[in-house]
């Protein structure tokens, strides 16, 4: 549910942006929303698991994104539905990292941990074509409202099975404190930072408000690493990155969801602007990637026992690389089967095939002690890469849309190729995220992890 949030929206969109008269500079706040808070509390919602206890936190956020998806679909106004986002993110941050902190420190043999990891990297992958789908059919059967009420019975049935079935766990811990002043800092310095990159279009990256924004926001950003040096019990213990696999991981699905995220969003734009789909032909148009992503998943279960987990994360980035260079080749008057979906497949079985070892290599090697703070770093690189993303890659489109259209092309085409230059840009973000994975990490770091895998994967 908190996953498929991410994207459900992206097909109501253009609905959304009708019914509560939102500004095209302004109607991605719909996501960023979501997604900003999310990642800027998701620090502190898995240290607050680790501590307060994982069952508490999980069922905690359950009830508070539900609460907040039922404000999204009565909103009477623009500004409601963004507050109402951003308690939904909050929710987010919490359920979370307690989610896969449950998962990590509740199966601890080997094998069936690999296998529960597997089952969450697919829903992580899938559940945002899922979105795209669910958000399509509510949309068009019902009203976009819908896409945010659904939430509100699920929520409730699975706080229920939560406290039936879910075991408490906390870490032993000797600080059992919340660094507030941490967790502030480093959202606030993601918000202005997502802001200031926004906002560079209409301000121009170089003119003194936009410098000014991101020059605030590195500031935010270097007092909370200040601030996690000198404190008893930081939000983000800073030691934890000499665990190598864990930093080389959360850094590369920063840079896949900064791509991900962008493909969604402009995918989702393109077969409803320049094909003319409905809400409910373009979530259909999405069901394949989600098979794809599972089919990829899959695989990687498998390959990650014959050529070890980096590679396989390697090879799942460059065929997702692929697949969004062939979007960079989508024409104004193109068709579904011809020309999307050829790039979407590649992307999605890439997706999968990156999904489960990057979870693996980011959630290993750490103490039980340390299993929310890992999980809620894991899933702040991909809310925050997601988000940075988006806003990174609407900025490009809507500069080169704007650029076209002064030269006197169409309003299609300019759109279109505002589009090329946001998957161009998705490419390269993945490429960069194969590199460092390529460079991070050798033979030597990940051969414990792999020795501990290789039985597993094969029971599996």
């Known amino acids: 549910m908190v996953v498929l949030d991410a994207t459900v929206v992206n097909v109501a969109l253009p609905s ?13 706040w719909v996501v960023n929303a979501y997604t900003l808070v999310f990642g800027g509390f998701l620090l502190l919602g898995g240290r607050a698991a680790d501590l307060l206890g994982r069952r508490r936190l999980f069922t905690a956020g359950v009830a508070l994104f539900s609460i907040a998806s039922l404000l999204n679909g009565i909103a009477p106004s623009a500004a409601t539905l963004i507050v109402g986002r951003g308690l939904q993110g909050l929710g987010g941050a919490l359920v979370s990292p307690a989610a896969l902190s ?6 601890t043999e080997t094998g069936e941990r690999t296998k529960a990891l597997g089952v969450w990297s697919a829903i992580a992958a899938g559940g945002g074509a899922a979105g795209l789908l669910l958000g399509g059919v509510l949309t068009d059967i019902a009203s976009w409202r819908w896409v945010f009420f659904v939430n509100v019975p699920v929520g409730l049935a699975t706080v229920a099975l939560a406290l039936r079935f879910i075991p408490e766990s906390r870490a032993r811990l000797a600080h059992r404190t919340f660094d507030m002043a941490g967790a502030i800092s480093v959202t606030a310095g993601l918000v202005v930072l997502v802001f200031a990159i926004v906002k560079a279009q209409a301000y121009g990256w170089g003119s ?12 935010l950003l270097a007092v909370f690493i200040a601030i996690e040096r000198r404190s008893k019990a930081p939000l983000m213990r800073l030691s934890i990155f000499r665990v190598r696999t864990l930093a080389v991981a959360d850094t590369v699905l920063l840079l896949v969801a900064s791509g991900m995220f962008g493909m969604f969003f402009f995918a989702s734009l393109y077969v409803q602007e320049i094909l003319g789909y409905s809400p409910l032909q373009a979530g259909l148009a999405f069901l394949p990637v989600t098979a794809g992503i599972v089919v990829g998943a899959g695989l990687a279960q498998q390959l990650i026992r014959r050529i070890g987990v980096r590679n396989v994360a390697l090879i799942g980035i460059v065929i997702a690389s692929a697949g969004m260079l062939v979007l960079t080749q989508l024409p104004v008057h193109g068709t579904y089967v011809a020309d999307l979906l050829p790039g979407l497949l590649p992307m999605s079985i890439g997706m999968g095939l990156t999904f489960v070892p990057i979870t693996l290599l980011g959630t290993g090697g750490v103490t039980g002690d340390d299993a929310g703070l890992a999980s809620g770093l894991f899933n702040t690189a991909q809310q925050v890469g997601g988000s940075l993303g988006l806003a990174i890659l609407s900025t490009l489109a809507a500069s080169q849309t704007s650029s076209v259209l002064v030269g006197h092309s169409g309003v299609l085409a300019a759109r279109v190729s505002g589009y090329h230059v946001a998957f161009a840009a998705a490419a390269i973000m993945l490429a960069l995220g194969a590199v460092i994975l390529g460079v991070g ?10 020795r501990e895998l290789t039985p597993a994967v094969a029971s599996a």
């Open 16 to 28: 959304i942006q009708r019914g509560l008269q939102f500004s095209a500079a302004n109607l991605q």
């Open 102 to 107: 449950i998962i990590t420190t509740t199966f």
């Open 208 to 219: 003194p408000r936009t410098i000014g924004l991101l020059a605030a926001g590195a500031v």
């Open 441 to 450: 990490l050798r033979g030597r770091h990940v051969r414990v992890l792999e």
